[in-house]
């Protein structure tokens, strides 16, 4: 069966004013995150080949988020993880299912956030990654998501 996710991104293109942070900030930090997240998942003891490519980035305003819809099956361990660039105070990722309702509320302090998912049967979620808070007098930050699976 083939596995596929489909982004839907939330949030509207007008008034953006990025500052210094940048595009690449937001990769970097996602990059260097994907790291840690990768080393704790090892002493774990999940097998993991080390995922290639960059991570997604969006510009986001405050409060606005990007919606991952797919099916999620037994058997497969999913890792999502985000960061954002340094504009970014609190980054964040929740999870819920087809009727939206909250299965996994993983709100934290600061801009890196990660998700191990493990279901035990077939099921739809929809996985928002929501930029919450910005540093003072900005509008928005760019935020960055990678995802892969684990064994």
Do not use: C
């Given at each position: 069966?083939?596995?596929?996710?489909?982004?839907?991104?939330?949030?509207?293109l007008s008034g953006i004013s990025t500052g210094f942070a940048t595009m690449e900030d937001a990769e970097d930090n996602v990059l260097i995150y994907r790291y840690f997240v990768i080393e704790s998942l090892k002493?774990?003891?999940?097998?993991?080949?080390?995922?290639?490519?960059?991570?997604?980035?969006?510009?986001?305003?405050?409060?606005?988020?990007?919606?991952?819809?797919?099916?999620?099956?037994?058997?497969?361990?999913?890792?999502?993880?985000?960061?954002?660039?340094?504009?970014?105070?609190?980054?964040?990722?929740?999870?819920?299912?087809?009727?939206?309702?909250?299965?996994?509320?993983?709100?934290?302090?600061?801009?890196?956030?990660?998700?191990?998912?493990?279901?035990?049967?077939?099921?739809?979620?929809?996985?928002?990654?929501?930029?919450?808070?910005?540093?003072?007098?900005?509008?928005?930050?760019?935020?960055?998501?990678?995802?892969?699976?684990?064994?």
């Amino acid at each position: 069966m083939k596995k596929m996710l489909s982004f839907v991104l939330v949030f509207s293109l007008s008034g953006i004013s990025t500052g210094f942070a940048t595009m690449e900030d937001a990769e970097d930090n996602v990059l260097i995150y994907r790291y840690f997240v990768i080393e704790s998942l090892k002493k774990d003891g999940y097998r993991i080949e080390a995922p290639e490519g960059k991570p997604t980035v969006f510009y986001l305003q405050q409060d606005q988020y990007i919606q991952i819809e797919g099916t999620f099956y037994h058997n497969t361990n999913y890792v999502f993880l985000a960061s954002g660039d340094p504009d970014a105070v609190d980054i964040d990722i929740e999870v819920y299912d087809k009727n939206w309702n909250l299965v996994y509320n993983g709100n934290t302090d600061g801009i890196d956030a990660d998700i191990l998912l493990s279901p035990n049967y077939a099921i739809e979620l929809r996985i928002l990654i929501r930029l919450n808070a910005v540093k003072p007098g900005k509008s928005g930050a760019y935020v960055g998501f990678y995802f892969f699976y684990i064994q």
